[in-house]
């Protein structure tokens, strides 16, 4: 009786379904002819602020005014998609298939980026696809904006109002909307000269994606730190096994409480490994009368390596 009824309620279903495709076959409209390019003069008619904007940044220079191929002639298009039925219908929210940027145009990040990556997949971009970033859903618009000029480099997104012209600040702004645990980071009383803007996120990750950990712009940590800190590479006579590995044994790069970007207070921090050495390493409150002088770097002073025959203790 029950698969009687199953099989019953299945044919029905059957029915629906091939009652509805012929249906639909009937009722839905032709589809219109795929969309041609028609040229940025069509466009700066209807939308002629856009155009002037537009025409003061970079790319606008180049593809409104001194195109070097087919592809760049086509300017607007090349981002917002062939704009025929667009034109043709008048133009108008949702009319005629344009690609969209806005957040709430619904688009997808996919479309979004690809028109981009047709022209920028290479150069720093190059490993935009294994990233983070385009795993987790960004948009190249994310960061950049286009329409107008913005920052005076690399079009930056504005995130605020105050967000500075200059783009090594800039960009603290742009990545701090997000890496806002790193931002605050910046802000503590040890750090590298980030908030002063000398140096920037992008002097050490490329937010595009790299095949290093931590979308690093070099092979490892210690490859980064060696760039700016060369003479902390060596080589050493007495290396400190912990220096050459990993420089964030002891730093932390985006800004600490403790002096020099140190994780910890000296001595705690050489303490934390050296708990069993021929003197004694208790740790102690700084204020104590016992800690005086026991700063283990007033001794050891050349924690990063030693050249000097007898620096076997990192003391010369
Ligand atoms: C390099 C890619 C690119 C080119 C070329 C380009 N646009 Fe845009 N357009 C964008 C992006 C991205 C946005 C979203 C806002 C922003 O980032 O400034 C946008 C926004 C717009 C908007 C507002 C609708 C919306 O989606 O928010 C209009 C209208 C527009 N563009 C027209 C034009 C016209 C006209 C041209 C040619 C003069 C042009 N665009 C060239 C990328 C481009
Ligand atoms: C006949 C006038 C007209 C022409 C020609 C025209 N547009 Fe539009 N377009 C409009 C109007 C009106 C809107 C809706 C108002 C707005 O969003 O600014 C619009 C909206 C858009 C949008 C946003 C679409 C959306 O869904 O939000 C884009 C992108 C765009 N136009 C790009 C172009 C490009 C590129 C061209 C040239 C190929 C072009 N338009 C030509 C009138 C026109
Ligand atoms: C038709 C090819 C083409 C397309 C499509 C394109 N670009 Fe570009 N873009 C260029 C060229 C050419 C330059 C000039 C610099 C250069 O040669 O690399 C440029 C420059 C830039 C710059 C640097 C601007 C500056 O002032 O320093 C950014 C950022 C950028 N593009 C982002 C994008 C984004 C994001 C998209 C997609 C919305 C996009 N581009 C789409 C060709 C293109
Ligand atoms: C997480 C933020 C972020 C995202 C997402 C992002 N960018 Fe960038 N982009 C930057 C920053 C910051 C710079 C400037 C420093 C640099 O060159 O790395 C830059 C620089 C650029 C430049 C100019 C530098 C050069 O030499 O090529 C281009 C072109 C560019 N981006 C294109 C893109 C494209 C295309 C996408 C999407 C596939 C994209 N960006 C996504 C942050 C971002
Ligand atoms: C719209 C949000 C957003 C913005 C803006 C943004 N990021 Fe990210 N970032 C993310 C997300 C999401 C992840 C992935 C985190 C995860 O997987 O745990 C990430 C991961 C990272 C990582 C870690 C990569 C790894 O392999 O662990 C680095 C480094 C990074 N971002 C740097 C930057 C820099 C530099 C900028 C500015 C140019 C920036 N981000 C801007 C959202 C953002
Ligand atoms: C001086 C170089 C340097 C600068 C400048 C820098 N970072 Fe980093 N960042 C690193 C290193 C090195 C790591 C890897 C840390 C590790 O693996 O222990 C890292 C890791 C990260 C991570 C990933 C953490 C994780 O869990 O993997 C994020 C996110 C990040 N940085 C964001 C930023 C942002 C945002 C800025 C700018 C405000 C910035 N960084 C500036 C060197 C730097
Ligand atoms: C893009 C260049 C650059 C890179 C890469 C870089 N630094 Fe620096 N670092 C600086 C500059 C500039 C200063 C400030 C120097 C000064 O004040 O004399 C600094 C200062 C420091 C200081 C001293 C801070 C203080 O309070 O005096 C430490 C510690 C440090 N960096 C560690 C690192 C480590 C660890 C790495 C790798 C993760 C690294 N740096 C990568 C540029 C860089
Ligand atoms: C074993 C822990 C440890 C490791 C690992 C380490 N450092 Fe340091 N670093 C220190 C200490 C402690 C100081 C403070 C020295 C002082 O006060 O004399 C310091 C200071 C510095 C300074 C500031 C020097 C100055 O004169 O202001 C820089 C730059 C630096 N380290 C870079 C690096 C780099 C690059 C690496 C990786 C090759 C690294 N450190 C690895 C412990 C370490
Ligand atoms: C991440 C762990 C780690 C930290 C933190 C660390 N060390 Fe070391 N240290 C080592 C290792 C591993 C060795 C090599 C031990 C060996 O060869 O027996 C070493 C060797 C030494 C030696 C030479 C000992 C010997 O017998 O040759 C001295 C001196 C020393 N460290 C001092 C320090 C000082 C001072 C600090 C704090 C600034 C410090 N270390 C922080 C891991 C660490
Ligand atoms: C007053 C100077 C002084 C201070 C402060 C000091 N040391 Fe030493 N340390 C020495 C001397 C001298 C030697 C070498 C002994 C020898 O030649 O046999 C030594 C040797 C060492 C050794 C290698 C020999 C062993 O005992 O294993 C380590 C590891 C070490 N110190 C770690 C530390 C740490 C960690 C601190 C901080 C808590 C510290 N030292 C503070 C003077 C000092």
Redesign the pocket.
């Known amino acids: 009786m029950k698969r009687c009824a199953a099989l019953c309620s299945f044919c029905i279903l059957l029915l629906l379904v091939f009652l509805r495709i012929i249906w639909s076959a009937e009722t839905e409209a032709p589809k219109p002819a795929p969309a041609t390019y028609v040229g940025n003069e069509v466009c700066q008619a209807c939308h002629a602020p856009a155009f002037e904007k537009f025409s003061q940044t970079m790319m606008g220079k180049i593809f409104l005014f001194n195109p070097r191929n087919e592809t760049e002639k086509r300017a607007c298009e090349n981002c917002h998609g062939p704009g025929s039925n667009h034109a043709a219908a008048g133009g108008g929210k949702g009319v005629g298939g344009m690609i969209t940027f806005r957040k709430d145009s619904g688009e997808s990040a996919k479309v979004q980026n690809e028109t981009c990556l047709g022209c920028h997949q290479r150069g720093v971009q190059t490993y935009w696809e294994a990233g983070p970033h385009a795993s987790r859903g960004l948009t190249c618009v994310t960061c950049h904006t286009l329409m107008e000029r913005t920052t005076d480099k690399y079009q930056l997104a504005k995130v605020g109002e105050k967000t500075p012209f200059f783009n090594k600040r800039a960009e603290t702004e742009v990545c701090g909307q997000c890496h806002l645990q790193r931002k605050a980071q910046l802000m503590r009383s ?1 750090h ?2 980030m908030r002063e803007g ?2 920037t996120c992008t ?2 990750h490329n937010p595009h994606g790299t095949p290093n950990p931590s979308q690093l712009k070099q092979t490892s ?1 210690n490859e ?2 060696y ?3 060369t003479e902390r590479r060596g080589p050493f006579l007495w290396e400190h096994p912990p220096a050459f590995e990993n ?2 044994n002891c ?1 932390e ?1 985006h800004g600490t409480v403790n ?3 140190l994780k910890v207070t000296d001595p705690r921090l050489c303490t934390s490994c050296h708990n069993a050495t021929r003197h004694p390493v208790t740790p102690r409150p700084k204020t104590s009368v016992f800690f005086f002088n026991r700063s283990c770097t007033n001794c050891h002073s050349q924690v990063h390596g030693s050249n000097h025959p007898s620096g076997r203790f990192f003391q010369r």
């Open positions: 040890s590298m000269p000398k140096i002097d050490c940590v980064n730190c760039t700016c800190h420089c964030g730093h790069p002096d020099r970007l």
